[in-house]
């Protein structure tokens, strides 16, 4: 049953005089309660939103007496549609509008029950009364959440694609002039920071879920390769940007390149990109978000492979002779060694060995690599090329044979003549 038709019409003949001071009584309820809306000085404002008021109360009213007010209705729809496009263009979210439509009909249903109360109407009349409401006040809720929804995709359609223009601008290989960027980022509504870092982010995942979950000033290419994120000044957020992007990465691989000025972003990127890699290949921690400035010596390592890897035939071919389980072993205590800076005593705590058995073989090693262990040259090329090799080891224990190893293997060190 219609509950509009069990309300008695004389209710409607009761609260039309009163509709201006009800309307006045919602207005100054929703100012009151939500901060958003106390804009008095604002007068088209004001305007706007009690006209839309005085228009549900009217056609509330109307639905009771029963005139005709199916045009009405459209046009009242119309009005609050338009209403939360508005209140998306302002920059407020749903949640706020909503807010202010549950308080602004609770104000009104205050008046209401005193009206009914006024005329003694019996509880049936009443609970239609309330039903009646609650449909009227469920309809505008939907044509204001309706019109926000709307504006909000139309905008955030628009928004995306200028920031992605401005990323585009930041990533290209000619830099722009900072009056260009500023001028895109403005367009953007995207503060420009003093600093950025960027995210490199491996795996799959839904670009508009994770679009939707990233905090606010992070730009996102979620459609580049690799996807990248644009963090704004994060060394004055601290841990709490990890925290803020962990829905978004969704338990992703990602890594985290330097912290560098605006201007030098494709450098934060290459190396965010770089770190991506080698967790992919197992040389860098495989999950979570890896730092890249917590393994700069692995990433120098890894920026010229065939570099490092010419380096490691020349200063370890005194091994290449050498079978392998022993030359694992030398290698192991020949790179504790150097970190040690030449300590037997700490060289046998960093491998868990006896200082004899360390002893043992250092004599060896110093047959092999003579007077050159004592050259600081010498050694700096060696520790680069012996961790170069432990990394690769690493490598291939996490991803199997296909991981390309940096350190060298035993014919190839022959085929040079070592």
């Given amino acids: 049953m219609d509950p509009f038709a069990v309300v008695p019409r004389r209710l409607a003949e009761f609260l039309r005089p009163q509709l201006d001071e009800i309307a006045g009584e919602v207005e100054r309820e929703v100012q009151l309660q939500v901060p958003e809306y106390a804009r008095p000085a604002d007068d088209t404002y004001v305007r706007t ?16 007496a029963d005139t005709g007010q199916q045009r009405d209705l459209e046009h009242v729809v119309h009005t609050y549609q338009e209403i939360g496009r508005g209140e998306s263009g302002e920059g407020r979210g749903l949640e706020v509008l909503q807010a202010a439509l549950r308080l602004g009909g609770r104000a009104a249903w205050r008046r209401m029950m005193k009206a009914a109360d006024e ?58 002039s900072a009056e260009t960027v500023e ?44 996807p990248r994120l644009v963090i704004p000044d994060p060394d004055t957020t601290g841990p709490s940007h990890g925290r803020a992007l962990a829905p978004a990465l969704r338990g992703r691989p990602a890594a985290l390149g330097p912290t560098v000025p605006l201007a030098q972003i494709a450098d934060s990127l290459r190396w965010a990109a770089r770190a991506l890699s080698l967790m992919q290949r ?57 970190q040690s800076e030449s300590s037997v005593g700490g060289t046998a705590l960093r491998l868990h060995l006896h200082p004899q058995t360390v002893r043992y073989r250092m004599r060896q090693l110093e047959k092999l690599f003579g007077d050159s262990l004592r050259d600081s040259e010498t050694r700096f090329e060696l520790e680069l090329a012996l961790r170069a090799g432990a990394a690769s080891e690493a490598s291939r224990e996490n991803t199997g044979p296909a991981a390309e190893p940096v350190r060298p293997s ?7 003549g070592g």
């Fill in 183 to 226: 001028e895109l980022a403005r367009a953007a509504r995207w503060t420009v920071p003093r600093r950025v870092a960027v995210i490199a982010v491996g795996g799959s995942g839904r670009e508009e879920d994770e679009r939707q979950l990233l905090p606010a000033g992070v730009l996102a290419d979620l459609a580049a390769g690799p």
């Fill in 282 to 338: 197992g040389v860098l921690p495989g999950e979570g978000v890896v730092r890249c400035a917590d393994h700069l010596s692995t990433l120098i390592l890894y920026s010229d492979e065939a570099l490092v890897r010419a380096l490691s035939y020349r200063v370890l071919a005194p091994l290449a002779g050498i079978p392998a389980p022993q030359r694992g072993r030398l290698a192991e205590t020949l790179l504790a060694w150097l």
């Fill in 119 to 176: 005329l003694a109407l019996d509880p049936g009349e009443v609970a239609a009364l309330a039903d009646a409401a609650f449909t009227h006040m469920h309809e505008i809720m939907q044509a204001a959440t309706e019109g926000h929804t709307e504006a909000r995709l139309r905008t955030s359609g628009e928004l995306q694609r200028r920031r992605k223009r401005l990323l585009d601008l930041l990533f290209a290989d000619l830099p722009a």
């Fill in 49 to 64: 939103i009690k006209a839309g008021v005085t228009q549900a109360l009217t056609l509330f009213v109307d639905r009771i």
């Fill in 410 to 416: 035993v014919s190839s060190l022959r085929s040079t």
